[in-house]
């Protein structure tokens, strides 16, 4: 089976600095995915991790660690808009299995 | 280019009834997936074809699901017999290929499907 788990909501000021954990027990591991998914919208990619370590796109950063099952996405220099759900998502073969997202809101 | 297209946005059934529901994958694109969102909670898988053939429907609920993709583009997701419970979004996704390298998955805006 698969059990993903990340935190339901998080709440942060604009410009500031956010993290959101995932853990994760599956019975494979191809990669691990972020996705972003705006209100009403479709899930839109964020970063792909499959070796350990930090994998780092401009104001986002992406760290796997495969022996803890662990993954965290930080978002940095917050933003209005980067007010939206992000899901975990690990892949075996060609399925993703996702968690159910963390809410983040992000105040002026 | 073009993204993943699904149609409709939007269908309100009554219970009972008979839905299709179509994605339109990114050109070029052989893997296809179809996912199930419930409000709250992250996708679903349901169904992966690799070119026309359904290479894994282990997601799907039941037998009143049935998935095509004849000509290994298109796809129509149909369920029978609609429940209360099939209320969710249903997103489509494609990639290039399915089982190795990066394969990012590129997903649809979904079809909002509520069943009365």
């Known amino acids: 089976g698969q059990n993903i788990d990340q935190p339901t909501e998080m709440t942060a000021t604009e410009g500031a600095i956010v993290q959101i954990n995932c853990t994760y027990q599956?019975?494979?591991?191809?990669?691990l995915f972020w996705y972003q998914q705006h209100a009403g919208e479709a899930p839109t990619f964020l970063s792909y991790?499959?070796?350990?370590g930090l994998e780092e796109k401009g104001r986002f950063s992406s760290f796997l660690s495969r022996s803890k099952g662990y993954s965290y996405l930080l978002l940095k220099e917050l933003q209005m808009k980067d007010s939206a759900s992000y899901l975990c998502a690990v892949r075996h073969d060609y399925k993703l299995s996702f968690g159910a997202g963390t809410t983040v809101t992000v105040r002026a | 280019g073009a993204g993943v297209s699904q149609t409709p946005s939007n269908k309100v059934t009554e219970k009972g009834k008979y839905v299709e529901l179509r994605c339109d994958p990114i050109s070029g694109h052989t893997a296809l997936y179809w996912y199930r969102q419930s409000l709250g909670q992250g996708p679903e898988f349901l169904i992966y074809?690799?070119?026309?053939?359904?290479?894994?429907d282990s997601g799907l609920p039941n037998d009143r699901f049935f998935a095509v993709r004849p000509e290994g583009s298109v796809s129509t997701l149909k369920i029978q017999r609609t429940e209360r419970g099939d209320s969710a979004v249903y997103l489509c996704?494609?990639?290039?290929?399915?089982?190795?390298?990066?394969?990012?998955?590129?997903f649809g805006p979904g079809t909002r499907l509520t069943v009365l």
């Open positions: 991790n499959v070796l350990d």
């Open positions: 074809f690799q070119g026309t053939g359904a290479a894994d």
């Open positions: 996704a494609s990639s290039s290929h399915g089982t190795s390298g990066y394969n990012e998955q590129f």
């Open positions: 599956t019975s494979g591991f191809n990669g």
